[in-house]
């Protein structure tokens, strides 16, 4: 059984999400806020340890179309650097998943919507 984590990134705040598949209770965790692609990776490793995390689930956000914008080439920049580092890393349309209307914690109610 894996413990997944799932990430909606941003240039600024990052949602995370997790999963363990024993209980398949997935669970919206909070936002991570950084200021470089470099803090939210070190953010990222320090969640991947303390949670034993054995792979990612990453929010591709496409187009409304379908197409890729700059957000998108943002992100699958983002992932070249995990996979370099040898994290597990799935990419996944994210399309649709950030959350209508007033919630406590949108970024990471998109990254569960992910799960």
Known sequence: MARILALDIGTKRTGVAYLDEETNVPLPLFTLHHESVASLLSQVSALLQERQI????VGLPLL????????ARFVRSVTEQMRS???AVT???ERYTTP?????DPDAIAAFNLL
């Open 100 to 104: 209508r209307g007033k919630t406590a």
């Open 91 to 93: 990419l996944k349309d």
């Open 54 to 57: 054995d792979r990612l689930i």
């Open 64 to 71: 409304p179309s379908g197409d890729e914008g700059a957000q």
């Open 85 to 87: 580092r040898g994290w």
